[in-house]
């Protein structure tokens, strides 16, 4: 059960396509990872945060994902 190790898989099918949407940061990812896994560039989730430094996510920091 993922719910109990306290991790939540991104499940792309809540994604709507043109939909603007937000990501809770898990430990280990970057925006990178984050980027990839909804299929957004780095720099869309970078400028729609206002990230000055995006090597520094904390977990549990909540990102907006632009729309794709």
């Not at 990178?32 to 896994?37: E, K, L, Q, V």
């Amino acid at each position: 059960d993922d719910a109990a190790s306290g991790e939540d898989p991104i499940d792309l099918e809540d994604v709507q396509p043109g939909a603007k949407t937000t990501h809770t940061v898990q430990a280990g990812e970057t925006v990178y990872s984050i980027a990839r896994a909804y299929g957004v560039s780095p720099d869309a989730i970078i400028a729609a945060n206002n990230l000055v430094n995006p090597s520094l996510l904390a977990i549990g920091d909540v990102l907006i994902i632009p729309a794709q």
